[in-house]
């Protein structure tokens, strides 16, 4: 059986963790000859500046090799959810309670509007009201704006900007209408894997990493509630909105 008729079938995660699991002795290997440089660059600066040539070679060497062991499991655990290995949802839930509630906000978790889609956050706050969803992509595809449009990949993002552009929008109607105080809700999409380095805005979406959610909301507000109406909004959105099982 040949490499291609083994992986023939095969989904895109299973074929990256076999792939990944394959290039571990070769990764190993160049650990060990950063870790090598790194004592050689050790020895020569102790001996630049009278200092002991062993210890600090040998630290140096295990600063690199440390450092690339870690960053090289950072890169392989950032596809974790797009593996299915964890869940987006509760990763970005978990940052956002951690970051948000000592500021005043309520973070709903798994709601779905009577009639429309679902989300995954509903964040009520002094700053305003945001919706807040996941989505997990391969680890080489680039997400980013190029002109007015969102690319994914090779592809246009408009479907995703705009499934989540109109949710916002009918629930921000909802709970203006049931609550009495007009709102604007924001919508932004955590995402977990892609090739994107902060974050990108295009087609009303805004997309960002999930460890920056919580930090653009509290840095960017959009409106100016006390703690009366942020606590009506909250209950009003726990009232209508439906709880995901």
Known sequence: MTPVDQVHGLSPQVMYEQFWLKEVVHRRKMRGVKAAVGLVVGVALAYRFNLSAPILGLLCGLLVGAADAFWTWREYDATAVWRGRRRGETITGRLLRRRLRRAGYHILDGRAIPGKASIDHLVI???????????????????ARYGDRLFLGEKYGTKTAKALVEVSESLAEVLSRESG????????????????????????????????????????????????????????????LRRMS
């Open 125 to 143: 706050g002094p700053g305003g009201v945001w919706v807040v969803d996941n989505e997990a992509w391969h680890p080489e595809t680039e997400i």
């Open 181 to 240: 105080i007009p709102v604007t809700i924001e919508p932004l999409l955590a995402v977990h894997g892609g090739q994107l380095r902060r974050s990108v805005t295009a087609e009303g979406l805004t997309l960002l990493k999930p460890r920056l959610v919580a930090r653009w909301i509290k840095d960017g507000p959009r409106a100016d509630f006390d703690d009366a109406q942020v606590e009506v909004l909250a209950r009003t959105a726990a009232r209508v």
